[in-house]
């Protein structure tokens, strides 16, 4: 087992059932999966919200999809032009010499197709955990929850993990997260760890799962953090 679990599964179901109340908005239900331009549209997408702010990513995401939304397309494009329209997203050499390679694998080991598992979405370059995970679960409309920063700071302070390596965090709240609760559990965990479990003085006096948080600190110099899923 790749994992540890600091919550028992009393604590972990009661944190799913508080914060499904507060945030009855986001379904539970699994959603239907986007069809396949959607879904390499998606994958490029979210290959460039990394470290990016989502209006950035907004703009970067037209002004690349209005040269080119196919794998087939872009690979047509040169550099330079991925560079210049990628630009607002931040990281743009990396982001688009990954999204050139991502491209050429795609067409050449998955007939232009985004492929539906996870060990396959993250053999392609500049895709890791997180990134994998954000679309199987909006993309494929799979029952996975990524960790970023928001959601790990959270699952830290409530000492539902003990490892300072994301990727162990992601293992964790996917494989200790009841199934009952996996359609909707991303979008109730990073909502509450903006909204409420802040970086800087988080709302702990009216939140609702205290009562199973071990409010923990979370003043760890990022030097110590383990971020291997910041794609």
């Known amino acids: 087992m790749n994992y540890t679990q600091m919550k028992n599964n009393n604590d972990i179901k009661y944190i799913y059932e508080k914060l499904s109340s507060l945030y009855p908005k986001y379904s539970n239900r699994k959603p239907k999966a986007k069809i396949y331009s959607q879904a ?3 994958l490029i997408g979210v290959m460039l919200s990394a470290q990016s702010q989502d209006k950035r990513t907004a703009v970067a995401c037209n ?3 209005s040269l080119a939304d196919t794998p087939e397309e872009m690979i047509k494009l040169s550099r330079d032009e ?3 329209a990628i630009k607002p997203a931040g990281l743009y050499n990396a982001k688009s010499k990954n999204i050139l390679a991502t491209s050429k694998m795609l067409l050449e080991k998955f007939n232009g197709i985004v492929p539906k598992t996870q060990k396959e979405l993250m053999t392609l370059p500049g895709v890791g955990r997180k990134s994998s995970d954000i679309v199987m679960r909006f993309v494929f409309g799979e029952p996975h929850i990524a960790v970023d920063t928001h959601v790990f700071r959270m699952l830290w302070r409530l000492g539902w993990v003990d490892s300072l390596d994301e990727g ?5 709240v996917n494989n200790t997260t009841p199934s009952e609760y996996k359609y909707g559990a991303h979008m109730w965990l990073i909502t509450h760890a903006k909204k409420v479990c802040k970086s800087r003085s988080p709302a702990c006096d009216p939140c609702v799962i205290r ?17 291997n899923l910041n794609t």
């Open 211 to 227: 009562a199973a948080c071990d409010m923990r600190d979370i003043s760890i110099p990022k030097s110590k953090l383990r971020q």
């Open 168 to 172: 162990k965090a992601s293992i964790t």
């Open 63 to 65: 002004q690349l999809f």
């Open 40 to 42: 390499y549209t998606s």
């Open 82 to 84: 991925i560079i210049e």
